[in-house]
T-cell receptor, first 116, second 113 residues
Framework: QQQVKQSPQSLIVQKGGISIINCAYE??????FPWYQQFPGKGPALLIA?????SEKKEGRFTISFNKSAKQFSLHIMDSQPGDSATYFC???????????????FGRGTQLTVWP | DGGITQSPKYLFRKEGQNVTLSCEQN?????MYWYRQDPGQGLRLIYYSQIVNDFQKGDIAEGYSVSREKKESFPLTVTSAQKNPTAFYLC????????????FGPGTRLTVT
């Protein structure tokens, strides 16, 4: 069962436009919601993350919006650039505790293409 | 430079052979993870380890085995029991307290024919 559902699977945006990727989850025990960026042939890298007690977090052109009641969160990329073309994964984390190690549950990914 | 290394980048094997993928980190992280990536499937957790000599099965552990004899190393063996081993394999590490912030290696693409 997919713990985190991500859409769309692929996204094409013109340079300067806004890219929006959406994710949804069910488990209210999740306590961190990171986004990872992956370029072809490379490993993913953490882009930005948000805790559920915050509704929005912005870092440069990247913003996470979080709706706790709807159990949804989204990534907005403002002024999208060709260099943003990559696969983006949302994820949800349970921190674990004591002897239990936390882990990440990933969405299936969105392949973003930004046309110049 | 601190980071995670995976070797080799490309690996080819014949069906029925076991193969071991290497993962080494010098970030001094206690926690290490192995993921499998297939197109359209996202990243699926195979095994993870919080400490030396201890590891837990992830969501798709069947046909795989791991060891954690050193803090820096977490090799993954893909056994002949894995029905569909061709995939991109990613190793990651984190501190146990910040398991949401994982650092990934460059991956190994395994092709079994």
């Amino acid at each position: 069962q997919q713990q985190v559902k991500q859409s769309p699977q692929s996204l094409i945006v013109q340079k300067g436009g806004i890219s929006i990727i959406n994710c949804a989850y069910e488990n209210t025990a999740f306590d961190y919601f990171p986004w990872y960026q992956q370029f072809p042939g490379k490993g993913p890298a953490l882009l930005i993350a948000i805790r559920p007690d915050v509704s929005e977090k912005k870092e440069g052109r990247f913003t996470i919006s979080f709706n706790k009641s709807a159990k949804q969160f989204s990534l907005h990329i403002m002024d999208s650039q060709p260099g943003d073309s990559a696969t983006y994964f949302c994820a949800a984390s349970n921190s674990g505790g004591g002897s239990t190690l936390g882990r990440l549950y990933f969405g299936r990914g969105t392949q973003l293409t930004v046309w110049p | 430079d601190g980071g995670i290394t995976q070797s080799p980048k490309y690996l080819f094997r014949k069906e029925g052979q076991n193969v071991t993928l290497s993962c080494e980190q010098n970030l001094n992280h206690d926690a290490m993870y192995w993921y499998r990536q297939d197109p359209g499937q996202g990243l699926r957790l195979i095994y993870y380890s919080q400490i030396v000599n201890d590891f837990q099965k992830g969501d798709i552990a069947e046909g795989y085995s791991v060891s954690r004899e050193k803090k820096e190393s977490f090799p993954l063996t893909v056994t002949s029991a894995q029905k569909n081993p061709t995939a991109f394999y990613l190793c990651a590490s984190s501190t146990p307290r910040n398991s949401y912030e994982q650092y990934f290696g460059p991956g190994t693409r395994l092709t079994v024919t």
